[in-house]
DNA sequence: GAGTGGTCTAGACCACTTG
DNA sequence: AAGTGGTCTAGACCACTCA
């Protein structure tokens, strides 16, 4: 079906292009003329596998330079709306190939946002050497770390342990931080840069332990979230939160790139 | 005088300042320049708050046209590295609020890269109105629905429950598909556009139905997902996926901008 | 070989913020 | 008032790919 389309399109040449939208806006020309033609794929007036007129064709319609509308259609396709390739000219990409990603925030700010009453009780903290007792893989055996435990209650109730390990190798002021006013994690995201961060979430049943300090029965369903960041190569931190499943839920939402650029204006 | 304040002022700032590395890669000058900065900060060599010579001192140091630079440092504030303002220069950013984000996908890809079998059943699909036994509270009333219910498997083994509800206001196609070599969410994936979506991940005890259907025990923790995708406005699907905790997890890597730049060369 | 996108330059004007 | 970043132009050259 979408054959047909560029067949009798190819055949027609120039008659099949959707009108050339007017640009009237205050904001920059080439942030116009991204939109206006964000919006023809997103209508479907320009459809997957469409060929684009060329960079020089586009300026005489839109009126401005090729520069300008090199700008704009170099954007959409940096943000996968197009492909384009040397001499191969531009095309509407086929898959928005978008992946849905879920955000991770700080438990803190999530419970404040809902409504409620932030607290958090250190439960542990100690200075520790990497293989006694604690072993973290990726750090060299003998370093010292920073080992903490950390409940965080909403409104009086525990919703979630954190039990952390901090490299004191990378982040050595931690060793002197209270923690009096701001929790481990809240001051570890405004102190510590990172490059890379690997999360794995799951749910589990609660053991014991589990069930003790957060105040459930055991077996109850909890995320169980693990966090390993790293910078330039070097471990920094490793973080397991456990939520009981009933109090807590992770939730965000996605919004394409395009959508984002489509909503400043409508 | 201003003049001398400016030259003191300058005379300080060019003393602090790192040595310009030298440019002799490949790429084009404009990615050669802002990893060179990006990795100035990342190194340590720029701290947050630290500002930056102006545009045209950078052009005669690399020995490029103003707008090289310009491309360049531009992009870093896209990215968030650097604030910059008019006429208040150009500064390093204070924190990096890079957030943590979790990549979901399809569960046939997962269970493939992780060497497993994959095979999915439908379980259930039939043609449904809104609010005649099921409901969907972001579509209207009396709207055709195509309800799906199916079953992923790996190596033959129950990990998933999808049940979907699909728009077939705005999916008319979905209901000929007979599903027999793709899956609905891939389906999906490959011929709908969304702009938004709306992800709740949590953690629930399997009740009789979800045993019975997952092959597991009452009571067994099990990762629920939700995701309500929109387009342009209109709803276009809602699904619940339902896994057994110890046989799937999330994972993925989170990688920030600025480190992916890097990479390129290092 | 010809056409397309990718990059770069030199110069210009404007909007905004600071002193 | 002056300096800064943001944008735009006209023109140029190159790399790549297609016919």
Redesign the interface.
């Known amino acids: 079906m979408i054959g047909a389309t560029v067949r009798a399109k190819l055949a027609e040449g120039q008659a099949a292009e959707p009108p050339v939208p007017a640009l009237d806006g205050p904001d920059p020309l080439f942030v116009q003329i991204k939109r206006a033609i964000a919006r023809q794929i997103?209508r479907g007036e320009r459809r997957a596998g469409d060929r684009l007129p060329n960079e020089e064709q586009l300026a005489v319609q839109y009126g401005v330079s090729r520069q300008t509308v090199h700008k704009a259609i170099a954007l959409l396709a940096r943000e996968g709306l197009l492909i384009r390739r040397r001499r191969a000219d531009t095309f509407v990409a086929l898959?928005?190939?978008?992946?849905?990603?879920?955000?991770?925030?700080d438990i803190g700010e999530m419970v404040t946002r809902a409504g409620g009453r932030y607290a958090y009780r250190i439960l542990a903290r100690e200075i520790v050497t990497n293989g006694d007792g604690v072993h973290w893989p990726d750090l060299a055996q003998g370093a010292a770390m920073l080992r903490l435990e950390c409940l965080h209650l909403d409104n009086g109730t525990p919703v979630q342990i954190e039990r952390r390990l901090v490299n004191l190798g990378i982040v050595p002021d931690i060793a002197d931080e209270p923690f009096a006013d701001t929790p481990p994690s809240r001051w570890l995201?405004?102190h510590v840069?990172?490059?890379?961060?690997?999360?794995?979430?799951?749910?589990?049943?609660a053991d014991a332990n589990m069930a003790a300090q957060l105040g459930i029965a055991p077996?109850?369903?909890?995320?169980?979230i693990e966090?390993r960041t790293v910078h330039?190569n070097r471990p920094v931190t490793q973080v397991h939160f456990l939520?009981v499943?009933e109090r807590?839920?992770?939730?965000?939402?996605?919004?394409?790139s395009?959508?984002t650029e489509?909503n400043r204006s409508e």
Do not use: K
């Open positions: 997103l898959g928005r190939q978008d992946s849905f990603v879920l955000p991770i925030e995201r405004d840069p990172w490059s890379t961060a690997e999360h794995t979430v799951r749910a589990v049943n077996g109850t369903a909890c995320l169980s966090r330039l939520s499943g807590f839920a992770l939730s965000g939402a996605s919004i394409t395009t959508a489509l």
